[in-house]
Each structure stands twice: as C-alpha cells, then as structure tokens.
C-alpha cells in the first residue's frame, strides 16, 4: 500500500514538474511567435543562462578600441540575439520568460505602470545580501510605506545641506593628488579606485555622520558581495539552495553577519553622538519626516543603509569615472567645461549649492556620460497579471528586460553619432521620455539622484579647475558589466598641475 503510495506521489512530481519546466514555457513560447516575437529556443531547466554565460565570457576576454560602440562588451547576449531575432525578442532566464524591449515607447508603458501591472522581478535569494531588504528589494505595500519615509531625505533642500561635506571630501582627495604629483609635471591617478574611496567618504559622512574608517569595512565586505551576487545573478536559482552549508554560502552568511553588526555599532553611535543631526541615518532613526505612522524598525534601517551604501556609492563612482576618462579623451569637452567652471568659482572659491545650477556645461557631461556609460546597464520588472502593451499581449509572470545600453546607443534615437561623446545633445532636455533613463522613470526612479547629480558636478568642477588630464598609456579600454557598469582593468589618467 505504502509503495503505491509513494509511485503515486512521484508520478505526480513528475507530472507537475514537466507542466512547469517543459508545457508551461513551451505555451508561452509559441503564445510569443505567434505575436511575431522570436527568440533562442527554450531549454528546460536552465533556460539561456548558459549562452548568456557563454557571451558575456567571450566578451570580456577581449579589450576594445577607445569608442563608446560597446553594447556587444557590456550587454553581448542583447547584442547578438537582437541581431538574430530582431529588437524586441523573447529569451529564457530559467524557466521564466525575458522579454527584452527597447521601443521607447513601450518602455514608457511599462515604467509608467510599474506597482499597478507590474513591479521590479525578485531578486535571486542569493543577491539579497547586497541589496538587503532596502527599497529595490521591497513591493507592494512595504515599499510604498518605506520610499514615503525615506524620499524626504533626499530632497534637494536636504542634499543641499550636505555639499559642504562633500566639498570638503573633495579636497583632501585633490590635496593627496597635489601632494603626490610634489615637483613631477604630471603622474598617474588610477581614478576608478579613487572615486570609490571618494564616493565611500561622501556617503559615509552624508548618511551616517560618521568618518570614512567607521563605514570602510562594510565597503570592504560589500566589494566581496559583489562577486558573489555577480555569480548569482548569473545563474539559475533553485530554491532552498541558500540554505546549503557550501563554501560559497558560509562566506555569504559570514559576510553578511558581519556588516549587520558594524552597522549596528555604528547606529549606536549615531543615536548617541548626533541626535539632531542632518544625516540621513539619524533622519530614518527619529523618524522625523515621517509623518504618516511610526518610522522603521532598526533592521529595516540596516537594511536601507546597506541599500544606499552599495547603490549610492557604485553607481556614483562608476559614472564619475566614465565622465573623467569622456573628458581625458575630448579636450575640448574638458577646457570648455573649466572655462565654465572659471567663469562661476572665480580665484580660490570653492563650488556651493547656490552655484551648482550655473555649471551647465559640466552638468550637460554628466548627462552624456550617463547616456554612453549607464551604470545600471538594464532595468527589469515582472508583468503581475496579463497585460498589453504597445501592441503585444503579455502573459503574468512575464520579466521585461530594458537593456539601457542598446537603447542609450540607438542610432534610430540619437543619429548616427549614437556612439560619440556630444555632450551638446543634452542643450536641451530629451524630448522622448522612454529613451534616454539613466535613473529610470516612473514612481521606481532612484531615489538617490540628486545627491548623484550634486556630487557629480563637484566632484568634476573641482577636478577640472585644479588639474588637467590626459588617457594613460596604461588604459586599456573594456567596460565590463560587473552589477554596474565599469572598467574591468581600472581607468589610469595622467594628471597636471594647473598653474593659474
Ligand atoms: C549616477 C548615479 C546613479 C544612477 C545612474 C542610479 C540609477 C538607478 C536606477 C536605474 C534605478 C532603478 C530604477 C528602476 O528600477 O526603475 C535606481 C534605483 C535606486 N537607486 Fe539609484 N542611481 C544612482 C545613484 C544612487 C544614489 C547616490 C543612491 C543613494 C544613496 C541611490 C539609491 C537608489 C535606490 C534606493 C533605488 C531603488 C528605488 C526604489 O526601488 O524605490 N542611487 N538607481
């Protein structure tokens, strides 16, 4: 009887599994041809991961030559398929289904609807450590509760109150350069690394009040997060695999115990040293913006800080790199902008919040440079019931993949200079909303952006007035997708000395 029992069991295991890892993709896979969306073959289980595996392998085992034509570097499986099957296109991660949009106008739809049809995908268990339980993890009703408390402290009016922190960040880094460079005419400034220090210090001052060295180790632990959420997000995840006492996992778990407890100590010496303080960790902890109910638990505070921690200072740094290395190759870009930035911070006066909005040029760069060199390189979402949009029906449980890169590089949006640095297209604001996101769009938009935007344009205006700066013989280009997009072997620039 037992024994029947049991054929029964796994004969119903079977048959539920072939429904869902063979019938149910199947269906959606002819429901999407028959629309005209093409795309690699589904393969049961693992999906595509392994060619897109393979691709992004490839890709990266090769530099390129110093031009912004790098879709095929940094999103090589949109590259390749989109050639094959056309734009939009259907293709497997696992067993759900990616369909891939770059139709500006279709991305409009579907970041307009996002928490109304749709809503960012599930992060792979695996990834979570990195982004913790912070806004891009959260849905629904927890992540509207949690961007309301948290958005006020991101108001201009709050980063404003900041910028002579940052400044003041700024100039030691150019002091240590002024010091290094002694009575050489120029040296070597790897700036990638200097920016991620750089954006650390500014972080960990706006957001925790604190020194560089209090938060470094959570910076030094989040930098091995990376590669094991980089692995991860790579790779198909079955479930209950996170539980596994592996090597992998025991280094995740030991990771992660570890930045909860420094940033428990340092929340401790937050709440004891800065009660009314304007940082933004005592602003989540008193819960004084927050007028619609009580404030966040303390390791929902944990959990955005790591959020902004990861995400503030990687996506900052990276742009700012991208943006010093743009202006090392186009001189003329980088002498109109310190004309510029002479022309408003006349003689030693440093950049403040009421001068910020007169540096157009370096504002126009960092747009450009956004454009060319996105860092978050794509935006996903999951559809949560059928919808239509443009004129496709989409079935629930459906991902759209918006590779920003191929939409940021398409000659059909930007002309045939697609691919140049022309910070002059941005003279005027872009007139299509869904082709140029580098912060997204809709109720999702980073909520950082304008400390981003505010550091950014320091961070350059102080650079250019004080040195100018050449690509090092040492640079080898090859922008990587590595959870942002960056330099895979570092961005080395010759730096000299202005002298007025
Ligand atoms: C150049 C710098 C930055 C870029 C390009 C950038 C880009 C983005 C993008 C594309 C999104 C996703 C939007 C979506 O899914 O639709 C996002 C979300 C987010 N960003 Fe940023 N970001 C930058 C800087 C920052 C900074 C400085 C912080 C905080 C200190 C930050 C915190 C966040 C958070 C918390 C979210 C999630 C918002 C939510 O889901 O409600 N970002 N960012």
Redesign the pocket.
């Known amino acids: 009887m037992a024994f029947f029992f049991v054929i029964i069991l796994l004969t119903l295991a079977s048959l539920k599994f072939v429904y869902s890892i063979i019938w149910v993709p199947w269906r959606i896979q002819q429901f999407f041809r028959k629309q005209g969306v093409k795309g690699p073959n589904y393969r049961p289980f693992y999906g595509n991961t392994a060619e897109m595996i393979r691709m992004t392998k490839e890709a990266q085992s090769k530099s390129i030559p110093f031009n912004h034509d790098i879709v095929h570097r940094v999103s090589p499986d949109y590259y390749q398929w989109s050639a094959k099957y056309g734009q939009t296109f259907l293709c497997w991660f696992g067993a759900k289904p990616r369909l891939v949009l770059v139709d500006p106008d279709m991305i409009k739809e579907v ?1 307009l609807h ?1 928490t109304d049809t749709n809503d ?1 995908d599930d992060f792979n268990p695996l990834s979570r450590p990195l982004f913790g339980q ?3 993890g959260l849905m629904g009703h927890k ?1 509207a509760a949690h ?1 309301k408390i948290i958005t006020p402290a ?1 108001s201009m009016e709050k980063v404003k109150a900041w910028v002579p922190g940052m400044v003041f960040s700024v100039k030691k880094m150019l002091d240590n350069w002024e010091e290094q460079i002694g009575e050489r005419d120029e040296f070597e400034v790897e700036v990638h690394e200097e920016f991620h220090d750089l954006s650390a210090e500014i ?1 960990s001052k706006t ?1 925790l009040g604190s020194n560089f060295e209090e938060g470094k180790r959570i910076f030094d632990v989040q930098q091995q997060q990376e590669i094991l959420t980089h692995q991860a997000m790579h790779n198909v995840y079955i479930p209950g695999f996170r539980f596994l006492p592996n090597k992998m996992n025991i280094l995740r778990w030991r990771l992660e115990k570890e930045t909860r407890e420094i940033m428990r100590r340092i929340i401790e010496i937050n709440r004891r040293t800065s009660e009314n303080s304007m940082n933004f960790l005592s602003m989540l902890m008193s819960g004084k913006m927050n007028k619609h109910g009580p404030g966040l638990e303390i390791e929902e505070v944990i959990d955005e800080c790591k ?2 921690f990861y ?2 200072k990687e ?2 740094a990276n ?1 700012l790199t991208w943006a010093v290395l743009l202006l090392a190759q186009h001189q003329e870009w980088q002498n109109k902008a310190r004309e510029e930035v002479l022309r408003v911070c006349k003689g030693n006066e440093l950049p403040s919040a009421e001068k910020l909005p007169e540096l157009k040029i370096v504002d126009m760069i960092i747009k450009e440079t ?1 454009r060319l060199y ?3 390189n794509s ?1 996903s979402r999951r559809t949560l019931k059928n919808v239509k949009v443009g004129s496709l029906n989409i079935p629930a449980e459906t991902e759209f993949y918006i590779p ?1 890169a191929a939409v940021h590089h398409d000659t059909k949006i930007w002309g045939l200079d697609a691919n140049q640095f022309n910070p002059a297209r941005f003279v005027e604001p872009p007139k299509q909303m869904g082709a140029y ?6 109720s ?6 304008n ?2 935007m505010v ?2 344009k320091i961070v350059l205006a102080m650079i250019i007035k004080q040195f100018s700066f050449v690509v090092s013989p040492s640079y080898v280009h090859a922008p990587m997708m590595l959870v942002t997009v960056q330099p895979q072997y570092g961005a080395q620039v010759l730096v000299r000395r202005i002298n007025y």
């Open positions: 970041l996002t960012r912070g806004l891009p992540w961007r991101f972080l957001a959020t902004f995400g503030g996506a900052t742009a956004l996105a860092p978050d935006i920003q996101f580098p912060f997204g769009i809709g999702r938009i980073c909520i950082g952006r400390l981003a550091e950014a």
